[in-house]
């Protein structure tokens, strides 16, 4: 079963906003869940990736220190919160899961969903 990514929207450059990863309980329970964007014309980047428990997470230079990645467990959900977007992080944003290998590589991922897409205005 496909992950099911919502939240993205039209804001402004300086804003926030949470983007949600719904899984199934299974999925969630076994696996590390990663965030990934495509901006248009450009290739898939790893955003960040949270471990199983939040034992662990790892995130982008470029997100660093304004994005935080967390998971629920009661909610079977991995979020995204984006804090002081810039209108260089308007792009599709994809969840999925980690299957082994390199954190960074979109290649050792597997069940994409949809996206949701996220602008910034400047």
């Known amino acids: 079963v496909q992950l099911q990514a919502s939240g993205g929207g039209l804001v402004q ?45 790892y995130y982008a230079e470029s997100v660093k220190g304004r994005f ?25 944003y994809y969840c999925a899961v980690f299957m082994g290998g390199r954190y960074f590589d979109n290649a050792n991922y597997r069940l994409w969903g949809q996206g949701t897409l996220v602008t910034v205005s400047s």
């Open 13 to 57: 450059a300086g804003d926030s906003l949470r983007l949600s990863c719904e899984a199934s309980r299974r999925t969630f329970a076994n696996y590390d869940i990663g965030w990934f964007r495509q901006a248009p014309e450009k290739g898939r980047e790893f955003v960040a990736v949270v471990t199983l428990g939040s034992a662990a997470k």
């Open 68 to 92: 935080t990645i967390s998971r629920d467990r009661d909610k079977n959900t991995v979020y995204l919160q984006m804090n002081s977007l810039k209108p260089e992080d308007t792009a599709v």
